[in-house]
């Protein structure tokens, strides 16, 4: 779990440090969390929310995706706290590449 620390912002800002995600990151799920990407890669990074709910009709809920452009893209993400899974209390969060690509955890 590269991700683990959250770093709160305060008032006099925050300079955050970045780490290389795991292609799979469990996230402890809190209330105004934000996931900052930033990708140096060749290719897109397609950031994924997995939601394990379900519509209202009782079929699956469909999963949250964000392309982080490749190069020089970043992308701040807002976590929602609906995506926190109740049996584990996490969020998952699925990367499509990781070489080049870091992100950082940070809440509001």
Do not use: W
């Not at 995706?65 to 109740?86: E, F, R, Y």
């Amino acid at each position: 779990m590269a991700l683990a620390a959250v770093q709160p912002m305060v008032e006099a800002r925050i300079t955050p440090a970045y780490a290389q995600p795991l292609a799979s990151e469990n996230i402890v799920g809190a209330p105004g969390l934000f996931l900052h990407v930033k990708n140096g890669n060749a290719s897109p990074c397609v950031v994924t929310m997995v939601d394990i709910g379900l519509t209202p009709a009782g079929s699956p809920a469909l999963n949250r995706t964000v392309s982080v452009p490749a190069t020089t893209g970043d992308k701040m993400i807002p976590l929602d706290s609906n995506l926190i899974q109740p049996a584990t209390g996490f969020i998952v969060v699925t990367f499509s590449v990781q070489t080049t690509v870091t992100a950082a955890l940070i809440r509001h």
